[in-house]
């Protein structure tokens, strides 16, 4: 059987890997010079720097993390961001240590007996859930922490208020009834040692896969299954219109120190035109006397110009899909998945369960 795998991410590799184990030969192919899709990364004085921004995994999915583990060393790095709030850099999401840190005592003591007694210690709690609470002081928070972390942020990362946008997406990012400063609290989390380009060098070396860098698909190409990890849009022509996208431009900046933040990311939810800036060095514990940061600043997807990076999840793009998605379930040698072929925002450790799941729907 002859399987086509279309992109060289961490889903078409997943995928690459799993159906190659199985004694299937593979060709993966990529429209770009290099693997690894999104996650592609690079040593530059000595730092290992994340081309498309910032990629932290973590999983509470045991069976993705034992597969990824066959593949990489982890570095035990745990997650955590910190924004600049009206002056002071504080812990991101809002948690306890945050509330404490912009609050006076007698107004943060008092919030936080509410949060404690409404919700729990260590519970989350998505801000729009927050401003739902019948409760002065707890409305007074959700709307702090809805105009100083989310309303200005999300409007330059998505064009968009977080009223707006999917509440799944502001859901990612909920006010932590916690001191745990960490970004995630997933049981496993880490960074592939050398990078994850190296990773999935790892996975997608093996006897029975073939990868062709550099090579579009083209509809002549000869396949008995084809795995789309592409935009489904473009599958199909766009004979529907275009998928909307967000995409990011990075600025990035060699400085000649060591250190540029404490943390590997600092959001600027109100300040600036970028929504964050990202310091590589912190994620490997890289030893180097210079230091490399990006500057994110978000953008629409214009196809030829940047890359797809967000699914924009929304009614209208939601039945715009289906659409596509009618289509692909009239072909039964097709298979889409990943953030682009399924339109959804999934995390790294979401997309290789997806590629778990269609290699266990082909064993049936
Ligand atoms: N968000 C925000 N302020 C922040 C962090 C996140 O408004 O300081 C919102 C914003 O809409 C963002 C979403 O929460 O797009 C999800 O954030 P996450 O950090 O998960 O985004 P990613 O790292 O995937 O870009």
């Keep these: 059987m002859k399987n086509l795998i279309v992109g060289c991410g961490i889903s078409g590799a997943s995928l690459a890997r799993l159906l190659a184990e199985h004694g299937e030969q593979v060709i993966i192919i990529d429209s770009k010079n ?18 498309y921004g910032t990629h932290i995994f973590h999983t509470a999915n045991k069976t993705v993390w034992d597969f990824i583990s066959r593949f990489c060393q982890w570095y035990p790095y745990q997650h955590k961001v910190r924004g600049l709030i009206d002056g002071q850099i504080v ?3 809002f948690n306890l240590n945050t509330l404490h840190a912009v609050f006076p005592d007698s107004l943060a003591n008092k919030i936080e007996q509410k949060l404690l007694d409404n919700f729990g210690l260590n519970t989350k709690v998505p801000i729009l859930e927050l401003r739902k609470k019948d409760d002065p002081d707890l409305q007074f928070l959700a709307q702090y922490v809805y105009d100083k972390i989310f309303l200005e942020y999300t409007l330059k990362q998505w064009g968009q208020t977080p009223d707006e946008i999917d509440p799944a997406v502001s859901g990612r990012v909920p ?3 916690s001191r745990d400063d960490r970004y995630f ?7 592939p040692i050398g990078g994850y380009t190296a990773m999935v060098k790892n996975m997608l070396n093996h006897e029975n896969i073939t990868v062709r860098l550099n090579t579009p698909f083209d509809a002549g190409m000869e396949y008995d299954r084809l795995f789309w990890t592409g935009s489904i849009d473009e599958f199909f022509g766009y004979k529907y219109g275009a998928l909307p996208y967000r995409s990011e431009r990075f600025e990035f900046i ?4 060591e250190r540029f933040q404490d943390v590997a990311v600092v959001n600027y939810p109100c300040n600036y035109d970028f929504t964050r800036i990202g ?8 030893q180097s006397g210079n230091t490399i940061v990006s500057y994110e600043y978000p953008e629409p997807f214009q196809d030829g110009k940047n890359d797809r990076f967000y699914p924009i999840a929304n009614p209208q793009n939601a039945e715009l899909y289906s659409k596509y998605l009618g289509m692909a379930n009239e072909l039964n040698n097709v298979y889409f998945l990943g953030r682009l072929g399924d339109y959804k925002y999934y995390d790294m450790d979401k997309a290789v369960a997806r590629s778990f799941d269609v290699f266990n729907s082909l064993k049936k």
């Design 185 to 191: 609290q997933d049981k496993y989390q880490g960074i």
């Design 91 to 93: 812990p991101i999401p």
């Design 254 to 257: 060699t400085f000649p120190f």
């Design 34 to 51: 290099h693997i690894a899709g999104n996650i592609y990364d690079y040593y530059d004085s000595g730092i290992c720097v994340h081309k």
């Design 279 to 286: 310091e590589y060095k912190h994620f490997l514990n890289d």
């Design 175 to 177: 006010v932590y009834v």
